[in-house]
């Protein structure tokens, strides 16, 4: 004999999961959105003399092609590196060149090595994010000195330690992207 249905056996906190959908705006829109929104959170946190907040967007912008690394197409650095520079204080085309580098870099090592793990691209996204506050120093055009370079290491190591908590953030981010909420016909 066949057992009795149980209507609560498929469902999930929208209701049927049978007739829901993921909302095409919303799953092409948060990517860009987020690290657009974090691009201007620094620009909130001025400092007198050295900047004090890590490069948020670049950060984010790193934790999205990092854990999602098809979602975002190679020439996305541009446009998202030029929004970037008209928060960031750099001179304009830094954020549009270091950015777009980056891309370039990172699907070269994703071609290369295709299976990471999570220490792997902590590791990636801190040599990363080394290599851009050092690179935007010396485009900056700032006379590079010994105490300069010191007095950017705290930023740094609040970009290195942060980013676990920003693919945390990118990983629920990237679940409310892809959540079905949309109901079919």
């Known amino acids: 004999?066949?057992?009795?249905?149980?209507?609560?056996?498929?469902?999930?906190?929208?209701?049927?999961?049978?007739?829901?959908?993921?909302?095409?705006?919303r799953a092409n829109l948060v990517p860009y959105v987020?690290?657009?929104?974090?691009?201007?959170?620094?620009?909130?946190?001025l400092a007198d003399v050295m900047p004090v907040a890590p490069p948020l967007g670049f950060l984010v912008f790193l934790a999205?092609?990092?854990?999602?690394?098809?979602?975002l197409p190679i020439w996305v650095g541009a446009?998202?590196?030029?929004f970037d520079d008209l928060f960031s204080g750099q001179p304009f085309g830094s954020a549009v060149l270091l950015w777009s580098v980056t891309m370039i870099i990172l699907e070269m090592i994703e071609s290369r090595f295709p299976w990471r793990g999570f220490w792997q691209d902590?590791?990636?996204?801190?040599?990363?994010?080394?290599?851009?506050?050092?690179?935007?120093?010396v485009v900056s055009g700032a006379s590079l000195t010994?105490?300069?370079?010191?007095?950017?290491?705290?930023?740094?190591?609040?970009?290195?330690?942060?980013?676990?908590?920003?693919?945390?953030?990118v990983a629920r981010l990237d679940r409310f992207r892809l959540a079905r909420s949309r109901r079919i016909g």
């Open 122 to 137: 902590w590791f990636t996204a801190s040599l990363a994010v080394t290599a851009y506050i050092a690179v935007a120093m």
């Open 34 to 45: 987020s690290i657009m929104l974090a691009s201007i959170l620094p620009f909130l946190a």
């Open 64 to 71: 999205w092609r990092i854990m999602r690394p098809g979602l």
């Open 79 to 82: 446009p998202l590196g030029a």
């Open 146 to 169: 010994v105490p300069m370079a010191l007095a950017a290491l705290p930023q740094l190591a609040v970009a290195v330690l942060l980013y676990p908590f920003l693919a945390q953030v």
């Open 1 to 25: 004999m066949i057992e009795r249905y149980a209507p609560t056996a498929r469902s999930d906190r929208y209701g049927s999961r049978i007739n829901r959908d993921r909302d095409p705006v």
